[in-house]
């Protein structure tokens, strides 16, 4: 009878391991799998981003608006699409519920959703200074707070898309410059605040890449939302094929997507990452940012010499 016994227990054993070593396989994948959430994930930078997350086996929320475009990230593999309009508080707390039900946690999020408007800051409606800051700071900072819990849960990580228009400004552009001026401010801060939890905070500040925004912003110019492309006038259009014809000839984004790629899953990622798609605005921004701490120190009663300048530098230098 022992004996008896111990055949079916073996036979039982043997018929069910195969299906249970692989259900326990596809647990440890489900594990491993990290979780990443991207605003703005409908086009330009925010896709690329999310292609280059899914093509390296990672699982990427990804936040788009319009139903098309929802549709068309579905498509993806290691893809979800959430419908997310940073500035609508209900479809942030959907998403929230809808990530912490999956189970999958969260290890990091790409705050990617931006917009831009050019004018000369004395033309400019306050409605437009209030629209570029809800989505480009407020934005970063609804999606953050939201999703606080659940990124100190997994000592995770969080981004935000800055520009190096955080650094330089020029005519017109000021409503977009000061809001990714303000995402500097904010990147510090939070990073501060944020690492006795263990969550680790960084902005990448692209240059010149192809994105869409370009479009939008010629498109709102002429007061006419993406939606609204079909009904322009002939020089309407004209201006805006000279636009995306300008866009056209622009690097791809990748070099974006690389550096949200380290900023989420380095062992040591950085503050900062500026990718600029050539010397010239490298240069321009770094000469922008020296020149403002030559200006701060200038004929100012506790100015520091040359010599002690050169030395904060190259400590500074070396703490990187």
Do not use: C
């Amino acid at each position: 009878m022992h004996k008896l016994f111990q055949i079916v227990f073996l036979f039982a054993v043997f018929a069910v391991a195969p299906g249970a070593l692989t259900s326990a396989v596809a647990a440890d994948e489900a594990e491993s799998q990290k979780a990443v959430l991207v605003t703005g994930a409908s086009s330009g930078i925010g896709r690329r981003i999310t292609e280059v997350l899914a093509e390296n086996g990672h699982f990427v929320y990804a936040g788009a608006r319009k139903d098309k475009d929802l549709a068309a990230l579905n498509q993806m593999d290691n893809v979800e699409a959430l419908r997310l309009d940073v500035t609508v508080q209900a479809d942030i707390d959907a998403a929230v519920a809808r990530i912490a039900d999956a189970g999958r946690g969260l290890h990091g999020i790409v705050n990617n959703a931006g917009v831009a408007i050019f004018s000369h800051l004395n033309d400019t409606k306050e409605a437009d200074i209030d629209f570029v800051f809800d989505v480009n700071v407020y934005g970063p900072y609804r999606i953050n707070k939201a999703f606080a819990p659940l990124l100190i849960e997994s000592k995770g990580r969080t981004t935000t898309i800055g520009s190096i228009s955080g650094f330089l400004t020029w005519p017109q552009g000021g409503t977009y410059t000061m809001s990714k001026f303000a995402v500097e401010a904010y990147t510090d801060t939070l990073a501060t605040e944020m690492a006795e939890t263990g969550v680790q905070v960084s902005v990448i500040e692209p240059g010149n890449f192809k994105s869409e925004i370009r479009r939008k912003v010629a498109l709102h110019a002429m007061g006419k939302t993406s939606d609204q492309a079909g009904a322009l006038t002939a020089e309407e259009q004209s201006q805006i094929e000279e636009t995306i014809k300008r866009n056209a000839a622009m690097r791809e984004p990748d070099p974006v997507a690389d550096a949200a790629l380290h900023a989420l899953f380095a062992e040591s990622p950085k503050r900062r990452y500026m990718v600029t798609p050539n010397q010239e605005e490298a240069e321009m921004t770094i000469k922008a940012a020296i020149t403002r701490i030559a200006q701060l120190n200038a004929d100012q009663p506790y100015s520091y010499s040359r010599e002690d300048m050169v030395k904060m530098l190259e400590e500074a230098m070396e703490a990187e």
